[in-house]
């Protein structure tokens, strides 16, 4: 998932790849691309309506106009980041393949740029070695694969990867029913290798100097419900209320910011909202007061409960999540920081001993 233009996706590629050059410093790291597949039960999904982005230009013209830049221009400006060549790399003739992490195994989603590949189950590749790591299903269940009738492939291609690791319980109740053992469970690698690693990129930024509220998404995902709220906590603490990632509905102001620059301005925010996973755990590595909306699944909606929840009662921040209302979850400010890094040490020293151990 490294050329999807967000930045969990830029930044789980990145941390992947930097923990494993210091596990192994003599290791040629590329990135080899998957191909989209078929779209399996479900219609193919193309985008937003466009009378959506008629209603955001009508709206706010200069922010929906940055946003579109900010995307239409993500993969020039930062995938370099991860020398990326231009075209894609579908070459598997490598001593060791890790597939993950990210929704890898998300295969029953119904967006036409991913569908059903099976390139992300390793299947036809010509690698030594197959490997996973925090590899997940997201919203697809093991009902779901049985119902498209690809459980059985889907399961006869994880039991040709040598070595089996997922992020979240999800997968891994999936995988051993699939295959019959219980993979492991490892920490998304933004977890994994930390903040402290883009220090330098983040000291050298600045943040506006005007007090504000963050909001990181996916554009139009936010309610009319959940804005006003944001907007009655913010007006009460005179804070500005501003997004990246996705342009936000009575913002403020959206800001086109690079990658670390986001990194930036969550930790400089007086307050986060967010409804992404890396949202999450971007604010949570910072200790950031965050409220955190978990969606679910139902009338065809693409729904993140599943990661989201099994993400926060692992770093121990579930009873935050529970608080049902934004504001609720900020006046708490129930996360128990000093426990999750306790947490999160064990977590890293699992996945550097997985990762030297499939690279040895």
């Given at each position: 998932?490294?050329?999807?233009?967000?930045?969990?996706?830029?930044?789980?590629?990145?941390?992947?790849?930097?923990?494993?050059?210091?596990?192994?410093?003599?290791?040629?790291?590329?990135?080899?691309?998957?191909?989209?597949?078929?779209?399996?039960?479900?219609?193919?999904?193309?985008?937003?309506?466009?009378?959506?982005?008629?209603?955001?230009?009508?709206?706010?013209?200069?922010?929906?106009?940055?946003?579109?830049?900010?995307?239409?221009?993500?993969?020039?400006?930062?995938?370099?980041?991860?020398?990326?060549?231009?075209?894609?790399?579908?070459?598997?003739?490598?001593?060791?393949?890790?597939?993950?992490?990210?929704?890898?195994?998300?295969?029953?989603?119904?967006?036409?740029?991913?569908?059903?590949?099976?390139?992300?189950?390793?299947?036809?590749?010509?690698?030594?070695?197959?490997?996973?790591?925090?590899?997940?299903?997201?919203?697809?269940?093991?009902?779901?694969?049985?119902?498209a009738g690809i459980a059985g492939q889907v399961g006869d291609d994880l039991r040709e990867i040598e070595y089996l690791s997922v992020r979240d319980a999800n997968s891994a109740e999936i995988v051993e029913e699939l295959i019959g053992y219980r993979p492991l469970i490892h920490v998304d690698p933004v977890l994994a290798y930390g903040i402290s690693g883009y220090e330098r990129e983040i000291a050298a930024l600045e943040s506006p100097r005007s007090p504000y509220l963050l909001i990181y998404g996916y554009p139009h995902r936010l309610s009319a419900a959940e804005i006003l709220e944001i907007r009655d906590y913010?007006?009460?603490?005179?804070?500005?209320?501003?997004?990246?990632?996705?342009?936000?509905?009575?913002?403020?102001?959206?800001?086109?910011?690079?990658?670390?620059?986001?990194?930036?301005?969550?930790?400089?925010?007086?307050?986060?909202?967010?409804?992404?996973?890396?949202?999450?755990?971007?604010?949570?590595?910072?200790?950031?007061?965050?409220?955190?909306?978990?969606?679910?699944?139902?009338?065809?909606?693409?729904?993140?409960?599943?990661?989201?929840?099994?993400?926060?009662?692992?770093?121990?921040?579930?009873?935050?999540?529970?608080?049902?209302?934004?504001?609720?979850?900020?006046?708490?400010?129930?996360?128990?920081?000093?426990?999750?890094?306790?947490?999160?040490?064990?977590?890293?020293?699992?996945?550097?001993?997985?990762?030297?151990?499939?690279?040895?």
């Amino acid at each position: 998932m490294h050329r999807v233009a967000n930045f969990g996706s830029l930044f789980q590629a990145m941390s992947l790849a930097r923990l494993i050059g210091e596990i192994r410093p003599e290791a040629r790291v590329e990135f080899i691309d998957y191909r989209p597949g078929a779209i399996v039960g479900g219609e193919p999904k193309h985008g937003s309506p466009k009378w959506r982005h008629i209603g955001e230009l009508a709206r706010d013209p200069v922010d929906y106009f940055r946003y579109l830049s900010h995307k239409a221009l993500f993969s020039r400006r930062y995938h370099s980041l991860l020398r990326l060549p231009a075209k894609a790399n579908h070459q598997t003739s490598v001593d060791l393949q890790i597939i993950g992490s990210d929704e890898v195994f998300n295969c029953l989603q119904d967006n036409v740029r991913v569908g059903y590949s099976r390139d992300l189950f390793g299947f036809d590749s010509r690698a030594r070695r197959l490997a996973t790591y925090a590899a997940s299903f997201g919203n697809t269940t093991l009902r779901r694969l049985r119902d498209a009738g690809i459980a059985g492939q889907v399961g006869d291609d994880l039991r040709e990867i040598e070595y089996l690791s997922v992020r979240d319980a999800n997968s891994a109740e999936i995988v051993e029913e699939l295959i019959g053992y219980r993979p492991l469970i490892h920490v998304d690698p933004v977890l994994a290798y930390g903040i402290s690693g883009y220090e330098r990129e983040i000291a050298a930024l600045e943040s506006p100097r005007s007090p504000y509220l963050l909001i990181y998404g996916y554009p139009h995902r936010l309610s009319a419900a959940e804005i006003l709220e944001i907007r009655d906590y913010a007006a009460k603490r005179k804070l500005r209320v501003l997004s990246i990632g996705g342009v936000q509905v009575d913002q403020d102001r959206y800001i086109d910011a690079s990658p670390f620059e986001a990194l930036a301005l969550i930790r400089n925010a007086a307050a986060v909202v967010t409804d992404t996973f890396h949202g999450t755990i971007f604010a949570a590595l910072q200790h950031q007061r965050v409220a955190v909306i978990a969606r679910g699944s139902e009338g065809g909606a693409y729904g993140n409960a599943e990661k989201l929840g099994y993400l926060m009662e692992m770093l121990g921040l579930g009873h935050s999540m529970a608080i049902p209302s934004i504001t609720g979850q900020l006046e708490s400010q129930t996360m128990d920081y000093a426990a999750m890094d306790r947490k999160l040490e064990v977590a890293r020293a699992e996945s550097r001993d997985y990762l030297t151990r499939i690279l040895a």
